[in-house]
């Protein structure tokens, strides 16, 4: 499925072919929380990063979080693309896994399939005035799932 993203003032635009378009996942962590600004969570897809294509490239800043790895503070290996105009939050890109690109499901144009489960991740980091919904179907996570993003659509069949 070809994706097409946008920041809010229109300076950059963005496209990505995903087999896995659909936005499941809800992380909760301090880094998407922050940066995203809004819902006190993040929503991640995933697309191939060679179909990648960016207009408005020298709008784009990157931002590296700092992490605590045991008594230090590092930078992550991941790097969060965003409007340096308006400041919207477009992907990360980590090159640990260098063949994907995780679009943010809130800069994405392109009308996108609803799931009918979601997996609330990193709830351990959750802050207190977060009400994350309570349904059935949906799957709850202290730290990260074992399962990955293309896993999970692959086992329900959702991969295009």
């Known amino acids: 499925m070809l994706l097409k993203g ?9 496209s990505v072919e995903s087999r896995t378009p659909y936005p ?14 809004g819902g006190g969570f993040a929503i991640n897809i995933m697309g191939e990063s060679n179909t990648l294509r960016v207009r408005g490239k020298h709008h784009l ?3 590296r979080a700092r ?3 045991g008594p230090k503070v590092v930078r992550s290996p991941g790097r969060r693309y965003f409007c340096k105009k308006c400041g919207s939050c477009l992907w990360v890109h980590d090159p640990r896994w260098g063949q994907w690109v995780y679009p943010f499901a809130s800069a994405i144009d392109t009308p996108l399939p609803r799931s009918r489960e979601i997996q609330h ?17 949906d799957r709850y996570f202290r730290e990260f799932p074992r399962e990955a993003i293309i896993d999970w659509h692959r086992r329900r069949g959702l991969l295009e």
């Open 6 to 14: 946008s920041c809010h003032c229109g300076a950059v635009g963005f």
């Open 67 to 69: 992490i605590q790895e």
């Open 24 to 37: 499941y996942m809800r992380c909760y962590c301090s880094i998407c929380r922050k940066t995203q600004g």
């Open 121 to 137: 991740i990193l709830l351990h980091y959750a802050p207190t005035w977060v009400e994350v919904p309570k349904r059935k179907r």
């Open 61 to 63: 800043a990157v931002y």
